[in-house]
């Protein structure tokens, strides 16, 4: 470290220090937030997106928050409050960085101004520099100032200085500094012996978290015809077309038809590996929340995973395979009652039973479903991370606590954790959000999700017909709403995916599309 710092030129360490305080000043807060500090929604009831610090003082919140088998080594504490960020820049940039200085390590060589507050005025050190480089094998510097040539031998030991005029006893001096140090030295080459190591650039798919009631939306459209003028690939072929290419998976889910007999699964697992088969596509979603409907015993559902997985693969070397899973009792947090409820609902998809799925090793990529159940929690309540009174459990309450479980859980560790969010899609033609509740709802879900490190988020309900019902995310005729122009502006597409049914659209699959594309940068196409 000392080398690497010692190799920089002066006007180099202004910018990292200018880069550090920014830091400090920027980046601490949004780091407590992301671990997670910020809890969205449990502010003044009449203000539902205000967002309420933690107690700096009362600390780990997890315990309230997680249910009682979570690991010991799941914490959330602030690296540092937002209140006191500004505290903390003040502290390392005043007197020009004096504090920085005095801190431990220095670099082998360093310079500094002659006169503590030139900085602070203007870009050089009008009062002359000194030039400092640390002795052999020792802690003390040899100090020269480059205006008068006088040279002193300097040390820091807990932040405090030691200046002497002659040479320590243990130390041997160099010769006197009169050129610039760091920058003078030649820059190592690698060669074949020091390759340059390799960096992977697999694109990362879209992500999303929110909430509607029970029963699950229906994802999953009438198969279409998989031939070269079919809807389907005219969708595919739109979705490589558009301005801002999309990635492109197609979905289908096979659990009902597994469930129907060989015959019929053989028919649907054909028609999906031909509609995968059109130039472009990147992946296969074959099942979505899994295991909460169609099966009644866990076995069943790992010889379905295993089944699919394997013939997918033998049709398909190369693509990306995809599930999606609902765990209900993750939401709960600590509320026992709300689990043991929960787990009653699912008795499949509970948070074993899906970790054991995820074990196979059948997938690629598993989407958890998110922004449901919100009326079966609200029945449920929790301690308030901040008055320890017990509290409802609200969307932003139960996204963060189903994230945080699956950080417990590892399940990262087995496979890519993705999100589909249920909750900014509106029934009817209109949106009923204002700008302020549209953004505190995309805060508590896509930006409770992104905060815990869930790197994609899929968003449901693009003209999507569930009972009675259609929903959407942009009002009737592609027309823009609060949500969608609040998603537009957060530039959040590279973690957005959208869901498209070529036989349900607005005004037509390419136009659809366009206006897609400028949200999400993948699309799973339903067949």
Not at 34 to 62: F, I, K
Not at 84 to 104: E, I, P, R, S, Y
Not at 298 to 327: C, E, N
Request: glycine fraction near 6%; hydrophobic fraction near 40%.
């Amino acid at each position: 470290m000392k080398h690497a710092l010692g190799s920089i030129t002066r006007r180099e360490r202004r910018f990292a220090a200018a880069g550090v305080i920014i830091a400090l000043t920027l980046l601490l807060p949004v780091v407590a937030v992301a671990e997670p500090g910020l809890l969205p929604g449990t502010g003044d009831p009449a203000q539902p997106g205000l967002e309420l610090a933690l107690d700096v003082e009362r600390g780990d919140s997890c315990r309230d928050t997680l249910p009682a088998d979570t690991p010991t080594y799941v914490v959330c504490r602030w690296l540092n409050p937002p209140q006191d960020a500004a505290q903390v820049a003040t502290f390392w940039a005043a007197d020009d960085g004096a504090n920085l200085k005095a801190a431990q390590p220095l670099p082998a060589r360093y310079v500094r101004c002659n006169q503590k507050t030139d900085l602070s005025t203007s870009s050089s050190c009008k009062g002359g520099e000194t030039l400092c480089e640390q002795l052999p094998d020792d802690d003390w510097y040899q100090c020269t100032d480059q205006t008068t040539g006088q040279t002193t031998y300097e040390r820091y030991v807990n932040g405090t200085r030691t200046v002497r005029t002659t040479p320590p006893t243990t130390a041997t001096p160099k010769a006197t500094m009169t050129s610039a140090p760091a920058s003078a030295e030649p820059t190592a080459t690698p060669t074949a012996s020091t390759p340059l190591p390799t960096i992977s650039t697999e694109p990362i798919d879209p992500t999303a978290t929110a909430t509607t009631p029970t029963p699950l939306p229906t994802v999953s459209a009438e198969t279409t015809s998989s031939a070269g003028t079919g809807p389907l690939a005219k969708a595919v072929s739109a979705a490589r077309s558009t301005t801002q290419r999309l990635r492109i998976w197609v979905e289908s889910d096979l659990a009902d038809d597994y469930a129907a007999g060989d015959p019929q699964f053989t028919t649907a697992l054909n028609a999906l590996i031909a509609a995968a088969k059109h130039p472009g596509v990147t992946g296969v979603k074959f099942a979505d929340n899994l295991a909460y409907t169609n099966f009644t015993r866990a076995q069943d559902v790992t010889r379905f995973l295993k089944r699919a997985s394997a013939a997918l693969r033998a049709a398909l070397p190369g693509k990306r395979l995809s599930i999606g899973v609902v765990v209900p009792e993750l939401g709960c947090g600590s509320a026992k009652a709300c689990i043991q409820e929960m787990r009653t609902k699912a008795p499949l998809a509970t948070k074993e039973n899906v970790t054991r799925y995820l074990k196979t090793a059948a997938v690629d990529r598993v989407e958890v479903s998110t922004g449901l159940f919100g009326r079966t929690y609200a029945r449920h309540k929790v301690p308030d991370p901040k008055t320890g009174k017990p509290t409802p459990i609200t969307p932003a309450l139960a996204a963060r606590a189903q994230w945080m479980s699956i950080r417990a859980l590892e399940w990262d560790t087995l496979t890519q954790i993705g999100a589909r969010e249920y909750g900014l899609a509106h029934a009817g033609a209109t949106s009923p959000w204002d700008k302020a509740t549209a953004t505190a709802q995309i805060d508590a879900r896509i930006g409770t999700a992104i905060a815990f490190g869930i790197p994609t988020i899929t968003l449901w309900g693009h003209k999507t017909a569930d009972g009675d019902q259609t929903y959407r995310l942009l009002d009737a005729d592609l027309t823009p709403n609060a949500v969608w122009t609040a998603l537009t502006t957060q530039r959040l597409r590279g973690r957005l995916a959208v869901i498209l049914d070529p036989s349900s659209t607005e005004r037509g699959v390419t136009t659809d599309l366009t206006e897609l594309a400028k949200v999400a940068s993948d699309v799973f196409i339903l067949t």
